[in-house]
């Protein structure tokens, strides 16, 4: 048997960066924001509750762990993957998000990015 997974971010603005991630993956909120907390929930229940909580002072170093967003499971070949990443990746960026660099592998495409608070993710 699996267990169903909550992924816990620590944000200087948990509302604000709920909803950024919302946009990214599509998901809403699980109930209404609280001081200091947020929480969002995949509306196919298909994947991980994701958990918000307000933390003092910015980030600092790297991420140990980061979310990978497929952008592009729909994607019928190569040149439409590509297409489907970059659309999503400009979405993120006009809110907020930020390219750290495109990687173009023979056998994969993705992009590395960072959320408005400066957490590292890719989309692929």
């Known amino acids: 048997m699996s267990l ?8 200087a603005d948990p509302a604000v960066l709920a909803e950024f991630w919302a946009l ?6 699980a109930q209404p924001a609280s001081a200091g907390q947020a929480r969002l929930m995949d509306p196919d229940r298909t994947g991980p509750r994701l958990f918000f ?16 967003v497929h952008a ?16 999503h990746a400009e979405v993120l960026l006009a809110a907020g998000a930020r390219l750290v660099e495109e990687r173009d592998e023979p ?18």
Not at 72 to 87: E, K, W, Y
Request: hydrophobic residues 40%; contains cysteine.
């Open 53 to 68: 909580q307000r933390v003092g002072g910015p980030k600092r170093g790297k991420n140990r762990v980061h979310l990978d």
């Open 24 to 29: 990214a993956l599509g998901y809403r909120p």
């Open 4 to 11: 169903a997974v909550q992924v816990t971010i620590d944000a």
């Open 107 to 124: 056998d994969q495409f993705w992009i590395v990015m960072q959320d408005p608070e400066g957490n590292g993710f890719c989309l692929d």
């Open 72 to 87: 592009s499971a729909a994607a019928t070949g190569r040149d439409d993957q590509v297409r489907m990443i970059r659309a």
